[in-house]
């Protein structure tokens, strides 16, 4: 069904040139659901519709996509909740309108998030009490990828006091709530950090990365600068520039930023140093306009800069902003996505704790999200990639948001609040997109959702059974990375 656009929409449409795909192809995992859903979106008709369902090993939590130096093979590799534990690899077509499983490796512990950096030889995965180092699997000849989903795996690490610790600990999904939750890439002055936070020791971990080898070797535990406050750091980002790091507290819904330094061989100093905090969460739901109780109620989610770090990384632009989300602890609370300005370091630009004006905007999701809200950029005029003109006005993207409320998996019940239709039985929304104009534009907005309310079928073609339905979604990746926009 064609969507009629309003004036002001077919304004703020991105001019589609030879550069600029007709098509966006999504890929998202589900909390509830076991199969992968490759989904297709329209920017000028504005549509979402299914592409393909392929059967998956258990809810698949959290997404990466293969190297971006590597144009001749896609790839996905994906965690799973499955047990025991695996992380799963993805062949994706030239065309990405098609995936085919390629292999499962197994993992000690549930893993949470997965990621590949520079030089992308290796990648690297952490959830609950343990994280993983495996190679890809490389022709030596060519560096392309070859048939293999994984090659060796060459370290464990443990976010334990101790390895006789391990044999008992919870190593299922339950552990992702107060053990490791992400891990991120610092290139600075010729020296490779990453960083782990981990919700149940108000910390982030800080390893020195041989990108060589792929080896972490630990160097620093840094505390929250709140040390009472049982922060619970969640996922973290780094600036293209490697000089700062952004980090979202789950506990109590706060944005901090930290500077990054890098020590002196043995010197034991903490490589962040904290600047400053921008809450989650509107004034007026936000300590101390609000009282604790009422920021219990969200928890903060995932946060992502601008476009992405491949931007910066071809052409020396600086991101203009980055977004977060948080969603509602229960089914009766709205989550909320804020995009921050920054300034040309990274530093959050103008206003401050108490002002919002210029400097922050926010979305009100129609639903909690459940345990998802997880987003993913793109950009809407490609031509912005080149160009510094965006340092005002800010960079428009389109924002993929999955949802996995009782009402997007299709359970909602009478008297939820959240929900936008409580008697609704069939899943609605899981996959949301939204849209961003800049600053001063209105703010994001909803433009569709799938499953939709129009009841296109949802994994029920070709016999395949209720069970298959996509009930909420956890992570979705738009496929067309920026790099092929040259």
Aim: charged residues 20%; aromatic residues 8%; glycine residues 8%.
């Amino acid at each position: 069904m064609d969507v009629m656009l309003e004036p002001a929409q077919q304004i703020l449409m991105p001019s589609f040139n030879n550069t600029y795909p007709e098509t966006l192809h999504i890929l998202s995992g589900s909390f509830r659901s076991l199969s992968l859903f490759l989904l297709a979106f329209s920017p000028a008709r504005r549509t979402l519709s299914l592409v393909q369902q392929a059967q998956g090993f258990g809810p698949h939590q959290y997404l990466a996509l293969a190297p971006k130096n590597n144009k001749k093979k896609k790839r996905a590799y994906t965690t799973s909740w499955a047990v025991p534990s695996i992380l799963s690899s993805w062949e994706i077509s030239e065309s990405n309108d098609n995936i085919a499983h390629i292999s499962n490796a197994p993992i000690t512990a549930v893993s949470s998030y997965i990621t590949i950096p520079k030089p992308y030889t290796h990648l690297y995965s952490v959830g609950g009490p343990t994280g993983e180092v495996h190679l890809l699997p490389l022709d030596e000849d060519s560096d392309e990828l070859n048939a293999n989903g994984f090659g060796d795996k060459v370290q464990e690490l443990l976010f334990l006091e101790s390895r006789e610790q391990l044999e008992k600990a919870d190593k299922t999904r339950k552990a992702l709530r107060y053990g490791s939750h992400g891990i991120e890439f610092a290139f600075h002055d010729g020296i490779q950090l990453a960083f782990v936070p981990v919700l149940g020791t108000n910390s982030i971990e800080v390893y020195t990365h041989d990108p060589t080898s792929g080896l972490l070797t630990h160097i620093y535990s840094s505390p929250s600068p709140r040390p009472d406050a049982h922060d619970g750091p969640r996922h973290v980002k780094i600036h293209p520039n490697g000089k700062v790091l952004y980090c979202v507290t789950e506990h109590n819904n706060l944005l901090d930023v930290y500077s990054i330094s890098i020590p002196s061989p043995d010197s034991g100093a903490n490589p962040l140093t904290y600047i400053s905090t921008r809450s989650l969460l509107p004034p007026h739901l936000s300590y101390p306009h609000a009282g604790k109780e009422t920021t219990a109620k969200f928890r903060g989610d995932t946060l992502m800069l601008s476009y992405s770090d491949s931007i910066s990384d071809r052409n020396g632009m600086a991101p203009t902003e980055i977004w977060a989300t948080t969603r509602g602890a229960t089914e009766d609370d709205r989550g909320w996505v804020s995009v921050f300005r920054l300034d040309g370091d990274g530093m959050f630009l103008n206003g401050s704790e108490e002002s919002e004006i210029g400097s922050i905007e926010r979305y009100e999701t129609s639903t909690s999200g459940g345990k998802a809200h997880a987003i993913d950029l793109y950009p809407k005029d490609p031509s912005l990639l080149h160009s510094s003109s965006t340092e005002g006005a800010g960079a428009p993207v389109w924002i993929l948001l999955t949802d996995d409320s009782d009402y997007a998996a299709g359970e909602a019940r009478e008297g939820e609040a959240s929900s936008p239709n409580p008697s609704s039985s069939k899943p609605i929304g899981a996959v949301r997109v939204l849209e961003w104009d800049g600053w001063g534009t209105g703010g994001p907005r909803e433009v569709v959702g799938w499953p939709s309310e129009e009841g296109e079928p949802v994994g029920e073609e070709n016999g395949k059974n209720s069970e298959e339905l996509m009930r909420g979604g956890s992570h979705a990746v738009w496929l067309e990375g920026v790099w092929d926009l040259d």
